[in-house]
């Protein structure tokens, strides 16, 4: 049954589409305000009493429609539950071809949403549903239409839309820009940008014009970016065998910006951190982050924007596609960097989202704004890319690649859900993909796979994985398993579809069976839970291991840790069985994960005692490195360095290696650039706010102001909220409440504050004092309002949890409810974590010491 428009989950009726959007648009950006007019031809396709639009903030002054060249006075009633408007005539609007036009006015929205100020630029952000806060228009994505749009801004100012510029005409002191008709787009793809801005030179790749935007005094940070989408768009339209269809592709970096980035059809918009960068002094890990961001957003000009999702609840299809594709694209472009190792990342944290019972299915039900707004997550990106990315190498590459590509020609310029992709998929694989898909898609969680090795013969079982103590739950899903053994040929793998809840495999071995890794090359979201003598037999033989089956295994033992199903003194063998790994993505979980145990340990002593521990486990690895790259040294030899800094200098304290760091930073700080290896950049900062004093606190808060490299200027300004001195904590908890932090990076800071020992009680009692002024910023930024209520997790103590617990409760918070139930249920865990494991990390600890 339909909803009435006075309920806040009312949807459009489909009876009534859009044909095409005409829109002119006049902007004034000193008075932040603007005004419309708009004509929207539809097609009617069962008689109406009303016509219904999403409208949010506009004051419509008029409406009219027009039925069969009869232009009719339409009665304009508001309903701002279901963020609508509803258009009457006084008679029923007949079967057919009608249009209605429209004039309005409203003001740039105070936050990230609809149009708004990004530094010195007019901007819009639309996804998921904001074109209403700028057009009156059917804000659903299954009402695809082409737009034609025109704007009127000062004389001289750039303007960037969808379309290419087709014509610029003088109006008084000010110019109407016209840009060229689009191909049909959903609502939230539509996109402009208006305000002092420049481009690098033009490239074409196979005709289509690309280039990249900032804001003058940052154009000469753009060619990276650029780089990188010349490099991925010839391969995104050999993969879909699609050419481009948006005819033009422009990216700009904005000052201020919620998102990551949108992928805007044609016009690609980009916080500047994922954009803009300084070769000379940008890390690897930052060039990477700018491909995978580029290359993700170019993906959805296919999987999103030219094939389009029905309904949000398939958001997941959108999102999961992107991410998994910026990582094939960027592996295929840059095979050196091994990102495949950092998208496991990626999946490491979905996985311990999803180990929650208040998880979702990766296809979640969507009914409002708020329910939209909360699919921004791990589940929706990484769970939903891991799956795919399981999916493919069950069925091969090329079966999968043929089916995307007849999905893309079957639903060209349409809508479609998923289960048109997973059809697609089965036809071109002759798989049972339809059933295997939906079973992950449509179901919470994810299954632990017990392994137990009996010489040649493997005991497969699976249950649901739940991070919580004690907890056993049945479950089944169609699992692609690939067990990697050693025989005496060496490393081989055998595949199976695990679908039964306990199964007995015969491994195909000659002679004994000497180890076996039940995921082999991390490709399955699944976690194993290794019997005893396996896992002894896989830590004897760490360096037969692939990089990221060694992460794999750290990070289930981990996880079985965290759900008591292990005991901690195995896990802390097992990370001392690290010592001297050479891999730099081992290297980073390891330091992860000693990072993790280290910020928790509640005794002060037992803390100490692992500083020391992890300074005795990378310390040696570290000479060896030294802190200076050699001329040519390679990137992985980098990141091994870095992640070697990282675990002596900030998670141990190391006193040579920290004094080391701030020495070389205060070199870099002085023109010296050559003294600080740029992927050593941020531990240093780290470090060096840390151990701060007055002077380095000025100092930082002086480049936060002044700094034009965006990475850089993110960590100096994040570097304020490290530092442990109580003076300067006192001064840091005050940053957020003022206006001194851009909105985007307001939840990193304060993120940053709860996370540091040092100042999260003061930080946690003034948040609580001043919330309601806290949230109201951040009502148009809801995404960023999440992350705050997410940085709570990082309490540590019974007495924390009970306070977030009480505050919570008491302060409803709409658009993070689904975040405040996972926040609080992984802090309970956390909380009984310590409690249950402290004592006897302290004990191992000690005894480890004695017996030197």
């Not at 000193?30 to 016509?51: D, M, N, P, Q, V």
């Not at 149009?115 to 695809?144: I, M, N, W």
């Not at 990089?547 to 750290?554: G, K, Q, S, T």
């Not at 990370?575 to 340990?601: K, P």
């Amino acid at each position: 049954m339909a909803l009435p428009p006075t309920d806040r989950n009312y949807r459009l009726p489909p009876s009534i589409r859009p044909i095409r959007y005409e829109a002119f648009l006049t902007i004034d950006p000193e008075r932040r305000t603007f005004g419309g007019k708009l004509r929207i031809t539809l097609s009617i396709e069962r008689e109406a009493a009303w016509i219904a639009l999403h409208a949010v903030g506009l004051e419509v002054s008029r409406a009219t429609v027009t039925v069969e060249g009869a232009a009719l006075e339409g009665k304009i009633d508001a309903f701002p539950a279901s963020e609508t408007i509803l258009l009457a005539t006084g008679d029923p609007i007949p079967v057919g071809r009608v249009e209605v036009d429209l004039s309005w006015s409203g003001a740039f929205s105070a936050g990230l949403r609809g149009l708004y100020r990004a530094g010195p630029l007019a901007a819009t952000q639309f996804e998921a549903s904001d074109a209403r806060r700028v057009f009156p228009c059917l804000d659903e994505p299954g009402f695809k239409a082409p737009w034609a749009i025109s704007v009127d801004v000062p004389r001289g100012t750039p303007a960037l839309g969808n379309g290419r510029e087709v014509r610029r005409e003088a109006n008084g002191d000010r110019e109407v820009v016209t840009f060229a008709e689009t191909p049909p787009l959903p609502t939230y793809l539509v996109a402009l940008v208006a305000g002092p801005m420049a481009g690098c030179p033009v490239e074409h790749v196979r005709g289509v014009p690309v280039r990249t935007w900032a804001v003058p005094e940052k154009a000469d940070l753009t060619a990276f970016g650029q780089e990188a989408a010349v490099a991925v768009l010839a391969r995104l339209e050999d993969y879909f065998d699609v050419p481009y269809g948006f005819g033009k592709l422009d990216q700009i970096g904005l000052p201020d910006f919620e998102f990551g980035a949108m992928e805007n059809a044609g016009l690609v918009t980009y916080r500047e951190t994922a954009l803009l960068l300084d070769p000379a002094t940008a890390s690897l890990p930052v060039k990477k982050r700018v491909a995978e961001v580029v290359t993700h957003e170019l993906a959805h000009q296919w999987f999103g924007n030219w094939v389009t999702m029905a309904w949000w609840d398939d958001l997941w299809l959108n999102e999961s596609f992107a991410t998994w594709m910026a990582y094939k694209i960027v592996a295929g472009w840059k095979p050196e960097w091994r990102i495949w190792l950092d998208f496991d990342q990626g999946k490491a944290a979905a996985l311990g989202l999803d180990a929650l019972r208040s998880t979702h299915p990766i296809h979640a039900e969507v009914r409002n704004p708020e329910d939209m707004g909360e699919a921004f997550d791990l589940i929706t990106y990484e769970k939903g890319g891991a799956v795919l990315r399981m999916i493919e190498a069950w069925l091969g590459e090329e079966p999968f690649r043929q089916g995307i590509r007849r999905y893309m020609r079957r639903f060209a310029r349409g809508n479609a859900v998923a289960d048109d992709l997973w059809k697609a998929l089965q036809e071109a694989s002759g798989q049972p993909v339809l059933d295997l898909a939906n079973r992950w898609i449509r179901q919470p969680g994810f299954p632990l796979v017990g392994l137990a090795r009996d010489g040649a013969k493997v005991r497969l079982t699976q249950r649901r994985f739940l991070s919580e103590p004690g907890a056993r739950e049945a479950g089944t899903w169609p699992v692609p398993v690939v067990l990697r053994y050693a025989d005496e040929r060496g490393p081989r793998e055998q595949r199976l579809l695990l679908r039964e809840s306990a199964v007995e495999v015969t491994l195909d071995a000659e002679g004994p069976v000497r180890w076996v890794f039940g995921n082999a090359g991390s490709t399955g979201f699944y976690r194993v839970d290794h019997a005893a003598n396996d896992r002894a037999a896989l830590a004897a033989s760490l360096d037969a291991l692939r990089p990221e089956e060694r992460i794999a295994l750290l990070a289930d033992e981990w996880a079985l840790l965290r759900s008591g199903d292990r005991a901690p003194e195995p896990f802390l063998e097992l990370l001392a069985s690290f010592a001297g790994e050479q891999d730099r993505a081992v290297l980073d979980e390891l330091v992860g994960r000693l990072g993790a145990v280290e910020s928790r340990l509640p005794d002060p002593a037992a803390r100490a005692g692992f500083r020391a521990f992890t300074a005795a486990l990378l310390r040696p690895s570290l000479e060896r490195a030294g802190m200076d790259a050699a001329s040519g040294e390679d990137g992985e030899l980098r990141l091994r360095r870095a992640a070697l800094v990282r675990g002596v200098a900030v998670v141990a304290r190391d006193p040579a290696a920290s004094a080391q760091l701030v020495a070389r930073l205060d070199r870099f700080l002085a023109g010296e650039r050559g003294a600080l290896e740029s992927n050593l950049h941020d531990a240093a900062v780290a470090v060096a706010a840390r151990d701060g004093d007055e002077r380095r606190f000025a100092e930082l808060r002086r480049l936060a102001r002044e700094e034009k490299d965006p990475a850089l200027l993110r960590r100096y300004r994040l570097g304020l909220a490290l530092f442990e001195d109580p003076a300067l904590v006192r001064q840091a908890v005050e940053i957020p409440f003022g206006d001194e932090v851009p909105l985007q990076d307001l939840a990193a800071f304060a993120g940053a504050l709860l996370g540091n020992r040092a100042a999260r009680s003061l930080f946690w009692d003034g948040l609580r004092a001043r919330w309601e002024s806290f949230q109201g910023r951040l009502a148009d930024a809801p995404l960023m309002l999440r992350r705050v209520i997410e940085g709570v997790g990082s309490f540590t103590t019974r007495e924390e949890l009970g306070q977030a617990r009480a505050f919570f409760a008491a302060h409803e918070v709409p658009a993070a409810r689904q975040a405040i139930s996972q926040t609080l249920e992984r802090l309970a865990q956390d909380v009984d974590l310590w409690e249950r494991i402290g004592p006897s990390i302290g004990a191992w600890l000690l005894a480890r010491e004695e017996g030197r």
